[in-house]
T-cell receptor, first 117, second 113 residues
Framework: GAGVSQSPRYKVAKRGQDVALRCDPISGHVSLFWYQQALGQGPEFLTYFQNEAQLDKSGLPSDRFFAERPEGSVSTLKIQRTQQEDSAVYLC???????????????FGPGTRLTVL | GENVEQHPSTLSVQEGDSAVIKCTYS??????FPWYKQELGKRPQLIIDIRSNVGEKKDQRIAVTLNKTAKHFSLHITETQPEDSAVYFCAATVGGGGNKLTFGTGTQLKVEL
């Protein structure tokens, strides 16, 4: 079946612009995660949704970062007033279950590479 | 919070040799340890995982071992092939509300002909 998809795949923004990154999880997956991957580093957790509820946003680096999943399926990560340090690959992952199942496999999307000039 | 350290950062082996990547974690409550392979510009793909109730798991040429007492786990690839060349990430999760993963810094594996 279809995997996790993300759009756009590449985004170039001028410093100060707002951007919106989209994630389409695997159909029926309850849990959705956003990660940030800097060049040459491992992914770092940003935020977690169980259905439409944002249960953990402890990894969001500043109040310029905002995520939503209003209908419990598609999610959008928005970054306001982008800065050069926001340049990274933003990965979305989904997993079938919620409720704190800590051994659930996470399936990743291809990521959006954001470059802030 | 959880901290995962991974080494080596780069590993070069001859085709057919074995490769071993090691990770340590800090939080004794962690109970799930996946390994992901990421080719350049591609998504991380799960290659194997292990849960804390087992010490070793094998899938064809890939195996993972877990030592909960020492808080370390390792990835073993035997009979390496050029298509094994990629960056490998270990990860750990404490669980609770959502199983957010803490990743290591990655190992660039190069399999030379």
């Amino acid at each position: 079946g279809a995997g996790v998809s993300q759009s756009p795949r590449y985004k170039v923004a001028k410093r100060g612009q707002d951007v919106a990154l989209r994630c389409d999880p695997i159909s029926g997956h309850v849990s959705l995660f956003w990660y940030q991957q800097a060049l040459g580093q491992g992914p770092e957790f940003l935020t977690y949704f169980q259905n439409e509820a944002q249960l953990d946003k402890s990894g969001l680096p500043s109040d310029r970062f905002f995520a939503e999943r209003p209908e419990g399926s598609v999610s959008t990560l928005k970054i306001q007033r982008t800065q050069q340090e926001d340049s990274a690959v933003y990965l979305c992952a989904s997993s079938p279950n919620g409720g704190g199942d800590s051994t659930d496999t996470q399936y990743f999307g291809p990521g959006t590479r954001l470059t802030v000039l | 919070g959880e901290n995962v350290e991974q080494h080596p950062s780069t590993l070069s082996v001859q085709e057919g040799d074995s490769a071993v990547i090691k990770c340590t974690y800090s939080d004794s409550a962690s109970n799930y340890f996946p390994w992901y392979k990421q080719e350049l510009g591609k998504r991380p793909q799960l290659i194997i995982d292990i849960r804390s109730n087992v010490g070793e798991k094998k899938d064809q040429r890939i195996a993972v071992t877990l030592n909960k007492t020492a808080k370390h786990f390792s990835l073993h690839i035997t009979e390496t092939q050029p298509e094994d060349s990629a960056v490998y990430f270990c990860a750990a999760t404490v669980g609770g509300g959502g199983n957010k993963l803490t990743f290591g810094t990655g190992t660039q594996l190069k399999v030379e002909l």
